[in-house]
């Protein structure tokens, strides 16, 4: 399983754009790039997930260069709720979604 | 929906007592997963199954850890002896084929 690499921690401001990066030098062709936000006491959650190019959905967007090296989880205007840990995975649909998760991003957004 | 269900939330037991933790998945998931949390080593895969078959428990710490899934509604994992590096945050995740996985709020296990 590919291993990744994010940034330990992030801060921002309430109503910023907040870009999160992540390498991932040896994912594999068959592997998905997947975003979890992990709020204390409670499980992670999935955000967003994407193959190549960019996915948007209602809470984020996720942009992936064309060597798929890197991705970078986008949160628009960031609000104090957002106070979380994003992890970054990578994985592919076989072996029954298995995931290893790194350390995350501890993003604290300040009022 | 109701989500994936663990229980107890919150446990504190004493080193050497059996503990037992329970998730009931997201009804029509096939695969349910068992994570061990913790501030040293974060987010661990400790065993995964398919329709009900364990399918890989390598990331299980040792034969003091078992699980089971007796039916597609319920899965328990047990720790018996327990010891106080056992201590973590347990979750159970579910997932349909090729569907992101959905996790459950966890166990807080303390062993004394």
């Known amino acids: 399983l590919a291993k990744t690499t994010q940034p330990i921690s992030m801060d921002s401001y309430e109503g910023q754009e907040v870009n999160i990066t992540c390498s991932h030098n040896n994912i594999a062709t068959n592997d998905y790039i997947t975003w979890y936000q992990q709020f204390p006491s409670q499980g992670p959650r999935f955000i967003i997930q994407g193959y190549k190019t960019k996915v948007t959905n209602e809470v984020a967007s996720l942009f992936i260069p064309a060597d798929r090296k890197s991705s970078t989880l986008s949160l628009p205007r960031v609000s104090l709720s957002d106070t979380a840990v994003y992890y970054c995975l990578v994985g592919g649909w076989n072996a029954g979604n298995m995931l290893t998760f790194g350390g995350g991003t501890r993003l604290m957004v300040k009022p | 929906d109701a989500g994936v269900i663990q229980s107890p939330r919150h446990e504190v037991t004493e080193m050497g007592q059996e503990v037992t933790l329970r998730c009931k998945p997201i009804s029509g998931h096939d695969y349910l997963f068992w994570y061990r949390q913790t501030m040293m080593r974060g987010l661990e895969l400790l065993i995964y199954?398919?329709?009900?078959?364990?399918?890989?428990d390598s990331g299980m710490p040792e034969d003091r850890f078992s699980a089971k899934m007796p039916n597609a509604s319920f899965s328990t994992l047990k720790i018996q002896p327990s010891e106080p590096r056992d201590s973590a945050v347990y979750f159970c995740a579910s997932s349909r084929s090729n569907q992101p996985q959905h996790f459950g709020d966890g166990t807080r296990l303390s062993i004394l």
């Open positions: 199954f398919n329709n009900n078959v364990p399918i890989d």
